[in-house]
Structure formats: structure tokens, C-alpha cells
Nanobody
Framework: QVQLVESGGGLVQAGDSLRLSCVAS????????MAWFRQAPGKEREFIAL????????YYADSLKGRFAIYRDNAKNTVYLQMKSLKPEDTAVYYC????????????????WGQGTQVTVAS
């Protein structure tokens, strides 16, 4: 079992930056690739980014590449999502997930999920 807890969400203005964190516990953190997803009201869950177990590779949704960056600190059991130039359409609940990289990328799902953190971007 892996427990994931996201933090760092909040209300920001358009153009602001924000960094989300996700702390893992329960299993060895570097056993899993880590990913971020988001879900806006009335919309399907959307893949944002994935980072492999030791950070050697990252993958991004094409539409978000360049504004969002994923990185991890295995010593702190933490994965981060750095977001910049935020837009109102980035408003969503942001989730981190742990899983096998190929499965996350192919199926858009992870083995373990956090409870989510709300990001609201005001215009």
C-alpha cells in the first residue's frame, strides 16, 4: 500500500505560479513512477505529467508542456508539480498517482491515488 497526500493548492491569479507537492508513505517511493492528473468540474480526468522511478525520464501532456514541470525527490518521498503562467482553465482538482510507468501512460490510471488538492485560478 502507498498513501499519497497532495498539498499546495489554493486560489491564485491568472499568470501566477504555484507548486504542488505529493508526499508518499507506506512503500519504497522509488518503486513507482509518479504522475499528476487533474479533473475540472464536468470534465474527464486529464493526464498532466509523469516522472519515472529515479527521475530519468519525464512525460507531459502536449498541451501543458512548457508551463508545467514534474520532478521528484526520492530522499523526501515527494513528487512536485511546478506550474507557471496559470490560466483560469487550469482550475481543477489536482491528483498525484503512483504506478508502473507504462500502465499510467497507456491507460491513464495509477495504482494509488491521493485525495486531491484544489487549484483555482481567478481571471
Amino acid at each position: 500500500q502507498v498513501q499519497l497526500v497532495e498539498s499546495g493548492g489554493g486560489l491564485v491569479q491568472a499568470g501566477d505560479s504555484l507548486r504542488l507537492s505529493c508526499v508518499a508513505s507506506g512503500r519504497t517511493f522509488n518503486e513507482y513512477a509518479m504522475a499528476w492528473f487533474r479533473q475540472a468540474p464536468g470534465k474527464e480526468r486529464e493526464f498532466i505529467a509523469l516522472i519515472t522511478r529515479f527521475g530519468g525520464s519525464t512525460y507531459y501532456a502536449d498541451s501543458l508542456k512548457g508551463r508545467f514541470a514534474i520532478y521528484r525527490d526520492n530522499a523526501k518521498n515527494t513528487v512536485y508539480l511546478q506550474m507557471k503562467s496559470l490560466k483560469p482553465e487550469d482550475t481543477a482538482v489536482y491528483y498525484c498517482a503512483a504506478g508502473e510507468a507504462a500502465t499510467v501512460l497507456r491507460l491513464g490510471t495509477g495504482d494509488y491515488w491521493g485525495q486531491g488538492t484544489q487549484v483555482t485560478v481567478a481571471s
